[in-house]
């Protein structure tokens, strides 16, 4: 007796649909048909079946804080939204902390997304929010992986407390390795920082993921010292540069150089469409920068690039529901990558791509792997980044944790009424 069996599953790799058998949290079989006994069987009807959306960047300890801020981050800039989450930080209990990220995570799941690698402010004194994330960890961990990276938002040099406070919270359990190098107070100290925290993850054994450049400034260049202390310490492809929006700016021929420096450091490139559209180009009148990394060129020197969702309704970021489609969706835009094989690698940038950044384990649809997908809305992942409807099924571990109605609409027109599902047969 199977525990699951997935009927009719349109699959990446497979031209006609599939069957999926699951037993014991894997996936022991796919073929055409399979004919087994199951307790529980989801039909997916010829629908999209995706591995789980990886949020690869996110920051779960200020999310869902909009509506209990003093104020609101008028000018919208990144500079006004660390200030606000400093003003914010006092006010918060670990009760209040634990509630919003509870809530996040059920927003997430019922989204697909089944993998978090979020970063966690170490400067408050308290470390109340890593307290309380590790909890998070532990208690979800059936539902959803979380990865925690130590995060000295307000610089791990120039805040007096940062290096102590970051070296307790790895203590303590967190996982990989943060930084903010754009945030301290000179060119020299970001590189230094830089160098001391990819130190600190060699002698640990630990990953790194940095907030990297997220700056309008073309001149910044602590992406360089990331991708050259990755190499001196022999970290390559267990680093993570975040943001990276000073490459937008930069000179094309310095990118030349950068490109493949970054390639050698076989680094990981997060780019957050959603929130980064908002938040740069914020001191330019016209025409404004995009504020986005240079995803394309990225891509083409060989370098693992992922999307984030970033921030959910906190000081950065008033929208939001953690919808990695929704994130894919900006991406295409903002990017222009309209083609279809790049529409079809910003659908990886949310899953593959980021699953092999956070290094996760037993992830994909393939018989031996973990038994955890989601069932799209559409026939294939550009239909379902177009559509952003809800997510039919989504299964982790052979359970299914989530189901929705598809997207539709009862239009009712001179009396007759029908059904506008917005799929598009060939007419
Ligand atoms: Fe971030």
Redesign the pocket.
């Known amino acids: 007796m199977l525990d699951l069996l997935v009927r009719q599953a349109i699959l990446n790799d497979r031209p006609t649909p599939c069957d999926i058998a699951c037993k014991d949290g894997r996936i022991i079989e796919i073929a055409p048909r399979i004919d087994a006994e199951a307790r529980e069987i989801v039909d997916a009807g010829g629908c999209f079946v995706t591995p789980p959306f990886v949020d690869v ?1 996110f ?1 779960m300890d200020a999310t869902l804080s909009l509506h209990g801020q003093p104020r609101r981050n008028e000018s919208g800039t990144l500079l006004e939204g660390i200030a606000l989450w400093s003003d914010l930080k006092p006010q918060q209990t670990a009760e209040k902390f634990k509630q919003r990220a509870k809530k996040l995570l059920t927003w997430s799941i019922s989204r697909g997304i089944l993998a978090i690698r979020t ?1 966690v402010d170490t400067c408050d004194p308290s470390l109340m929010a890593v307290q309380v994330l590790l909890e998070l960890r532990e208690e979800m961990k059936t539902y959803v992986d979380l990865q925690l990276v130590a995060f000295p938002q307000d610089g791990y040099l120039r805040d007096p407390k940062a290096m102590e406070q970051t070296q307790k919270a790895l203590d303590m359990g967190v996982d990989v390795v943060g930084g903010i190098p754009h945030f301290e107070r000179t060119m020299a100290q970001g590189a230094e920082s830089v160098r001391l925290l990819c130190e600190l993850a060699a002698e640990r054994g630990l990953m790194v993921d940095m ?1 990297c450049d ?1 700056s309008d400034d073309p001149l910044s260049r602590h992406v360089e010292s990331l991708a050259l202390e990755t190499v001196r310490l022999g970290l390559q492809g267990r680093v993570t540069g ?2 990276l929006t000073s490459m937008h700016s930069m000179d094309n021929y310095y990118i030349s150089k950068l490109l493949p420096l970054m390639a050698e450091a076989q680094m990981h490139a997060v780019c ?1 469409p959603l929130v980064n559209m908002v938040l740069q180009g914020r001191h330019d009148t016209y025409p404004k920068r995009r504020g986005l990394t240079r995803v394309k060129e990225l891509l083409a020197a060989g370098i693992n690039v992922c999307l984030g969702h ?2 959910v309704l906190d000081p950065w970021y008033p929208l939001g529901t953690h919808d990695m489609l929704e994130v894919a969706h900006m991406g295409i835009h903002a990017l222009h990558m309209s083609g279809i094989g790049e529409m079809n690698e910003l659908f990886n940038a949310v899953t593959t791509r980021s699953a092999a950044a956070m290094g996760l384990e037993g992830y994909g649809i393939q018989e031996g792997f973990n038994a955890d997908m989601v069932v799209l809305q559409g026939r294939d992942p550009i239909e379902a980044i177009r559509l952003r409807g809800p997510r039919l099924a989504v299964i982790r571990r052979g359970q299914v944790l989530a189901r929705s109605a598809p997207l539709a609409s009862e239009l009712i027109l001179d009396g007759e009424t029908t059904t506008v599902d917005f799929t598009l047969d060939s007419f």
């Open positions: 960047h920051h970063h907030h997220e975040s943001h957050n970033d921030d």
